[in-house]
C-alpha cells in the first residue's frame, strides 16, 4: 500500500511540473536569439570604435573581424602574459597595451560584449583549447 502510494504521488508530481528545461519554444529560441545578437552587435560596436583606449587605436585596425583573436584556443598559454591565459586575459593585455586603455573587470557587459563579437565572427570553428 505504501509502495503504490509513493508511486502514485511521483506520478502526480511529474504529471504537475512545467515543461523541461531543454523543451523550448519558437519564441523562446527567437527571444534567445535576439537577445544574444544584441550582445553580439555591443562587441562589435565596442570593437570598431576607439572607446576602449586613450589613443585613438580600434580592436579592428589589427584584427577586422576578429581576425587573428582564436578564441577556440582558449586557455591556452599566452606569450605576452607568460602563462595560460583566458581570452578576456588578452583583450585587457591589447586594451592595456597597444591601446593604452583601462583593464575592462571579467564580469562587465563590455567583457561579455566583446567574447561574445569575437566567438561569433569565429563561431563553426572547432574547439582547440591549448593550440597555438
Not at 20 to 42: I, P
Request: hydrophobic content about 40%.
Amino acid at each position: 500500500m505504501k509502495l503504490t502510494a509513493l508511486i502514485l504521488g511521483l506520478l502526480l508530481c511529474g504529471a504537475a511540473l512545467p515543461a523541461l528545461a531543454d523543451e523550448f519554444t519558437e519564441a523562446d529560441l527567437k527571444r534567445w536569439e535576439g537577445e544574444y545578437q544584441s550582445v553580439v552587435e555591443t562587441g562589435r560596436n565596442l570593437w570598431v570604435s576607439a572607446d576602449l583606449g586613450s589613443n585613438g587605436v580600434a580592436c579592428a585596425q589589427c584584427h577586422p573581424n576578429a581576425a587573428n583573436t582564436h578564441p577556440e584556443t582558449y586557455p591556452k598559454f599566452q606569450k605576452q602574459i607568460g602563462k595560460v591565459a583566458e581570452l578576456r586575459h588578452m583583450i585587457n593585455w591589447c586594451i592595456r597595451n597597444p591601446l593604452e586603455g583601462v583593464d575592462l573587470g571579467f564580469d562587465t557587459p563590455e567583457m561579455l560584449a566583446l567574447e561574445a563579437y569575437i566567438a561569433w565572427e569565429r563561431r563553426n570553428v572547432p574547439l582547440a583549447p591549448g593550440k597555438h
